[in-house]
């Protein structure tokens, strides 16, 4: 029993190590974000000093020069966007396509798994192309595309529990007068509301952090997202200033570590949810 | 009741499926068709057969990036999944603190793969300056740094995948294991891995099409130095298209390519897997 007790120290210890060091790049980006620009690539894994520690210099540097917090601003704006028209849309279309049965809703369920497997690369051109003529390249218009884009996983997932719910359900609710859209959204909406935080977690983290398609699809001089300003800073200017990227960087972890830590419950079980269904 | 859904079915089906056809239908059957055609822009397009396949399959720097991005699919597939399997393990365990460990350690994960870069870029070329070199220098350097960054990212995830595989077997059979004098190896062997099948088939998938597909983390990471060297392939694919003016039919022709080899390897690796899966 003592033999058992100590071999689980043991185990703690080598984890609390192992999970510092998985936690140190983090951490020494935000170190460098204390520091004189000039001393990032020089001594990258040096504590400030006195002699190089400017405090918070990089951060307004980055959110005045950069317009980093108008990129936040945008970032969050398209996530919850198109997660919320996502959630809507793509439940009610997979709950109709499940009821119904008939070769059209069936051509569409196998689309939608068909677009799961499909490069982006494969489609990238031509939809910023067409994206450009429906004039859908501002943040408005993204969030049909990103409806477009992320249906396939949506449905998916909709659909494989939708199977799940007892018919008999929605039929008492008809029977008692209830039109269809009436019963979606009072009897198989509640009932869903699992699938629906699987759902959101998951493409809540594709669209924060996307970066191709919305550098190809925005107005990339009236709209940014943070990564698209991120790799402006880094890409587009002959002079770059290391401090204001690690300022950057930070501001980009922050929200989503909040949010991990907010609703890490959620994001956990989504994963392992989607997994499942995928 | 199906009849009634069946009036309603443009309410609920209309809005995704237009936005379906823009987003994929529609841009997916052009870029077939345009992997075909001569064009810089969609209107000037003119039919030229196969030669943009020609093109590519001659493109010397294509070629070497397949083999480039199949080695790093294949190393970065083995890495993560068996240190992510060895973390559930561990982390299935009774044991002070596991819950904080799989939070720090699916942590990474949630970053953005263009902010994964450049923190590592930070890393790797504070360390690198030590021995008077830089990930731009060598090829063989980005890809480590690549396994290395993509291993931080999604050991966690798939770490998750492997833990509630491993919750789902029931306690009876590693009971029943036990009792026939089976020891931990054995067991590990005999029983856990046949049981986790599923997961594994799953997370495979994942990596491996997650490899191929890479593109953020190497667009911030390498960008492709030295000259072209450490170029995956739909990195590759982007700077045919942005970087080559008269050369947007061979990249439609090489995404395709991509494509295809994205859904054959899926596919393979599926079968491999599946026929290994046992019956719960």
């Known amino acids: 029993m003592r ?70 601003g945008w970032t969050v704006f398209i996530t919850v966007g198109s997660v919320i028209v996502i959630l809507i849309c793509t439940s009610m279309c997979a709950w109709a396509i499940t009821r119904v049965k008939n070769k059209f809703t069936n051509a569409f369920y196998l689309l939608c798994v068909f677009s799961m497997v499909v490069p982006f690369q494969m489609v990238m051109f031509t939809l910023s192309l067409i994206a450009d003529r429906l004039k859908l390249n501002t943040p408005w218009g993204i969030i049909i595309i990103y409806l477009g884009f992320g249906a396939g996983l949506a449905v998916f997932m909709f659909c494989g529990f939708v199977k799940s719910i007892p018919i008999e359900i929605e039929e008492a609710a008809m029977i008692d007068g209830c039109n269809p859209v009436r019963t979606f959204f009072s009897v198989v909406l509640p009932i869903m509301q699992p699938t629906y935080i699987s759902v959101g977690i998951l493409e809540t983290m594709w669209i924060w952090n996307d970066f191709l398609l919305p550098y190809l699809v925005l107005d990339i001089n009236k709209y940014k997202t943070i990564s698209i300003a ?11 200033d290391m401090g204001a990227i690690m300022a950057a960087l930070i501001m980009a972890v922050i929200p989503v570590i909040i949010f991990y830590l ?14 499942v269904k995928g | 009741m199906e009849k009634a859904i069946k009036r309603y079915l443009p309410i609920f089906v209309l809005p995704t499926l237009a936005a379906f056809i823009i987003g994929f239908i529609a841009p997916f059957i052009m870029g077939v068709g345009l992997s075909f055609c001569e064009f810089t822009t969609v209107k000037d397009a003119k039919f030229v057969g196969i030669s943009n396949y020609v093109k590519a399959f001659q493109d010397t720097i294509f070629r070497h990036s397949f083999w480039y991005t199949a080695l790093f699919a294949i190393v970065s597939l083995i890495v993560i999944n068996v240190c992510a399997f060895a973390l559930a393990l561990a982390l299935t365990r009774k044991m002070r603190g596991t819950n904080i460990f799989r939070t720090i350690f699916f942590m990474p994960n949630l970053i953005g793969g263009i902010v994964l870069g450049y923190i590592w870029q930070l890393i790797f070329n504070g360390i690198l300056a030590k021995y008077s070199t830089a990930l731009a220098l060598n090829q063989w350097l980005g890809f480590w740094g690549l396994i290395i960054l993509v291993s931080w990212q999604q050991i966690g995830y798939m770490m998750i995948i492997y833990i509630a595989g491993l919750q789902s077997i029931p306690g009876e059979v590693m009971e029943a294991a036990q009792i026939d004098g089976a020891n931990s190896w054995q067991r590990l062997w005999k029983v856990t891995i046949p049981m986790m099948m599923p997961s594994i088939t799953i997370c495979t998938f994942l990596s491996i099409t997650n490899g191929f597909k890479l593109f953020d983390q190497n667009l911030s990471l390498t960008a492709g130095e030295p000259s072209k060297l450490s170029e995956m392939m739909a990195l590759n694919i982007y700077n045919t298209f942005y970087g080559r003016s008269g050369w947007e ?4 022709a090489k995404a395709v390519i991509f494509f295809v080899i994205v859904v054959a390897i899926g596919l393979i690796q599926l079968r491999a897997t599946r026929s290994k899966e046992v019956q719960q």
């Open chain 1, 3 to 72: 033999n058992k007790k100590t071999l689980s120290w043991i185990g703690t210890i080598f984890f609390t190590i192992l999970g510092l060091i998985y936690i140190a790049p983090i951490i020494i980006v935000l170190l460098n974000s204390f520091k004189k620009k000039s001393f990032i690539n020089l001594e990258p894994f040096k504590l400030p000093s006195a002699k190089n520690f400017i405090g918070l210099d990089n951060y307004t540097t980055a959110l005045d020069q950069y317009g980093l917090l108008k990129a936040v």
């Open chain 1, 230 to 240: 991120i790799q402006y800073m880094k890409g587009s200017y002959g002079r770059v």
């Open chain 1, 262 to 275: 907010a609703c890490q419950k959620y994001i956990i079980e989504g994963v392992a949810a989607g997994a």
């Open chain 2, 249 to 252: 039919g061979v990249g439609q």
